[in-house]
T-cell receptor, first 111, second 110 residues
Framework: DTEVTQTPKHLVMGMTNKKSLKCEQH?????MYWYKQKAKKPPELMFV???????INESVPSRFSPECPNSSLLNLHLHALQPEDSALYLC??????????FGPGTRLTVT | GEDVEQSLFLSVREGDSSVINCTYT??????LYWYKQEPGAGLQLLTY?????DMKQDQRLTVLLNKKDKHLSLRIADTQTGDSAIYFC??????????FGTGTRLQVFP
């Protein structure tokens, strides 16, 4: 089983809203990732958690706040986003960085 | 620097073979990958190859790696309409970060 699940599938939020994206994997993977993908572009790495600790932050604005409550869950808290933050947000997990498995993504629209 | 380039578009007839090409610049890459992304979906890991290998075959997929020229290709045999998607190559750099190519849109016509 190589399944990574993400909720919600779609999210529309205003610039003053606070919302959260959720990601879950039950493969026992030690690393979890958040990526942002704009239309017709490749994914861009945002954050990496390794053993539930934040190991990489790719200079992401503070309006995006990641959280890893346990080894199976990864959240991305959103606050005061801008319309240009509208994108597909992808979660991934891996056991040893060699194979990253991606979830289906959350399509975020900021109005 | 790290740069991964792909051609933007490929159109093939159903039943023919497809070859998607990729070039990269980082000679320290350890693993190279092919991912498939269908419209509105996440990325599906198709296959990957270790940098000391020349070729890997997995059912209809064949990956060829020319490390000297830093060239990676993905051949899909007997291409089907369900293979229509965007294909991303990616390299794992020496900080374990995936560097993606620009993506190639494969269109399969009957």
């Amino acid at each position: 089983d190589t399944e990574v699940t993400q909720t919600p599938k779609h999210l529309v939020m205003g610039m003053t809203n606070k919302k959260s994206l959720k990601c879950e994997q039950h493969m026992g993977h030690r690393a979890m990732y958040w990526y942002k993908q704009k239309a017709k572009k490749p994914p861009e790495l945002m954050f990496v958690y390794s053993y539930e600790k934040l190991s990489i932050n790719e200079s992401v604005p503070s309006r995006f706040s990641p959280e890893c409550p346990n080894s199976s869950l990864l959240n991305l808290h959103l606050h005061a986003l801008q319309p240009e933050d509208s994108a597909l947000y992808l979660c991934a997990s891996s056991q040893d960085t060699k194979e990253q498995y991606f979830g289906p993504g959350t399509r975020l629209t900021v109005t | 620097g790290e740069d991964v380039e792909q051609s933007l578009f490929l159109s093939v007839r159903e039943g023919d073979s497809s070859v998607i090409n990729c070039t990269y610049t980082d000679s320290s890459s350890t693993y190279l990958y092919w991912y498939k992304q269908e419209p509105g979906a996440g990325l599906q890991l198709l296959t990957y190859i270790f940098s000391n290998m020349d070729m890997k075959q997995d059912q209809r997929l064949t990956v060829l790696l020319n490390k000297k020229d830093k060239h990676l290709s993905l051949r899909i045999a007997d291409t089907q309409t369900g293979d229509s998607a965007i294909y991303f190559c990616a390299e794992l750099n020496n900080t374990d970060k995936l560097i993606f190519g620009t993506g190639t849109r494969l269109q399969v016509f009957p």
